[in-house]
């Protein structure tokens, strides 16, 4: 069972039973937390994965598959975030993934476009791959945080090209992407998100993060620079010709992090990455 209050929450307010909750906890959580309304689901066992497509006038662009990690510490411990960063690989699916797994998980997105035929801008979908292929987890009408930097870190298509084209009601362009594998790696407030202590410097800039690509999240600007505040700081991504290359260029950027932050440095690693496949194969059955 998975328990979420009806209400956003920031990524941050699903529950689930035999991972993070016992029963009995659950309904605490439930009645302490001050919603009026919960949604009550099914615990899905799996991996989960995000497809996200650009949409208009029943037209569906999808772009590849990318991997959050929601948990605040390494080995997937520790509560829940907004994201600690992810990963995409040089093809559309990713390690644990087949083919046909996301060729299921578009044609999801393209039934809800049909049944959605006014809509236009993105669609993000979330899925879990399980034992039975994938199962919708949810969907949103934005890009997914940290998703987006993983997939318009390669978009080759012009991404106003994409936008004019919609709002002008032409054909959308079909989309090109360079074929590099991304890693993404957040630094947040040291005790994030539990007790996250705000007011470090951020000593970081686009000169010292090498290769990789920089993005300021949520950040105090003042006259005498950048500082943190109680949500994630910033993010990093580095692009490679595999998702080991990508990883090891996100992790050169972040060896400027000092003391006052907190990175998962295992995202993208070829441990993990191995971890995922290894539990794909035993939920299969190979």
Same mark, same amino acid.
């Given at each position: 069972?998975?328990?979420?209050?009806?209400?956003?929450?920031?990524?941050?307010g699903?529950?689930?039973?035999?991972?993070?909750?016992? *029963?009995? *906890?659950?309904?605490?959580?439930?009645?302490?937390?001050?919603?009026?309304?919960?949604?009550?689901?099914?615990?899905?066992?799996?991996?989960?994965?995000?497809?996200?497509a650009?949409?208009?006038?029943?037209?569906?662009?999808?772009t590849p598959a990318?991997?959050?990690?929601?948990?605040?510490?390494?080995?997937?411990?520790?509560?829940?975030?907004?994201?600690?960063?992810?990963?995409?690989?040089?093809?559309?699916?990713?390690?644990?993934?087949?083919?046909?797994?996301?060729?299921?998980?578009?044609?999801?997105?393209? *039934?809800?476009?049909?049944?959605?035929?006014?809509?236009?801008?993105?669609?993000?979908?979330?899925?879990?791959?399980?034992?039975?292929?994938?199962?919708?987890?949810?969907?949103?009408?934005?890009?997914?945080?940290?998703?987006?930097?993983?997939?318009?870190?390669?978009?080759?298509?012009?991404?106003?090209?994409?936008?004019?084209?919609?709002?002008?009601?032409?054909?959308?362009?079909?989309?090109?992407?360079?074929?590099?594998?991304?890693?993404?790696?957040?630094?947040?407030?040291?005790?994030?998100?539990?007790?996250?202590?705000?007011?470090?410097?951020?000593?970081?800039?686009?000169?010292?993060?090498?290769?990789a690509?920089?993005f300021?999240?949520?950040?105090?600007?003042?006259?005498?620079?950048?500082?943190?505040?109680?949500?994630?700081?910033?993010?990093?991504?580095?692009?490679?010709?595999?998702?080991? *290359?990508?990883?090891?260029?996100?992790?050169?950027?972040l060896s400027?992090?000092?003391?006052?932050?907190?990175?998962?440095?295992?995202?993208?690693?070829?441990?993990?990455?191995?971890?995922?496949?290894?539990?794909?194969?035993?939920?299969?059955?190979?």
């Open positions: 069972m998975a328990v979420k209050p009806v209400g956003l929450t920031g990524g941050k699903v529950r689930v039973t035999g991972d993070q909750l016992t *029963a009995e *906890a659950a309904v605490d959580y439930v009645r302490e937390a001050g919603y009026d309304e919960w949604v009550v689901e099914e615990r899905l066992v799996g991996e989960e994965f995000t497809v996200q650009f949409v208009a006038d029943g037209e569906v662009r999808t990318v991997q959050d990690h929601k948990r605040a510490y390494e080995g997937d411990e520790g509560p829940n975030t907004g994201g600690m960063g992810s990963y995409s690989d040089t093809e559309s699916t990713l390690p644990f993934m087949t083919d046909e797994d996301y060729d299921d998980a578009v044609a999801v997105v393209e *039934a809800v476009v049909d049944a959605l035929p006014g809509y236009k801008g993105v669609l993000y979908g979330q899925f879990m791959l399980g034992a039975d292929g994938p199962k919708v987890v949810e969907f949103n009408a934005r890009f997914g945080d940290p998703e987006a930097m993983n997939t318009l870190s390669v978009l080759e298509t012009p991404f106003i090209d994409v936008l004019t084209a919609a709002r002008d009601g032409e054909p959308l362009p079909q989309l090109d992407f360079s074929g590099e594998a991304t890693v993404c790696k957040y630094a947040v407030p040291a005790g994030y998100p539990v007790e996250p202590d705000a007011g470090a410097r951020i000593e970081v800039d686009a000169s010292s993060v090498g290769d690509l920089l300021h999240a949520s950040v105090d600007q003042r006259e005498d620079g950048l500082f943190t505040t109680t949500s994630r700081s910033f993010a990093v991504v580095g692009l490679g010709d595999s998702v080991a *290359a990508a990883e090891a260029d996100a992790e050169e950027a400027v992090v000092d003391e006052g932050f907190h990175v998962r440095h295992d995202i993208g690693t070829a441990e993990l990455v191995q971890s995922r496949v290894d539990h794909m194969r035993e939920l299969r059955g190979e």
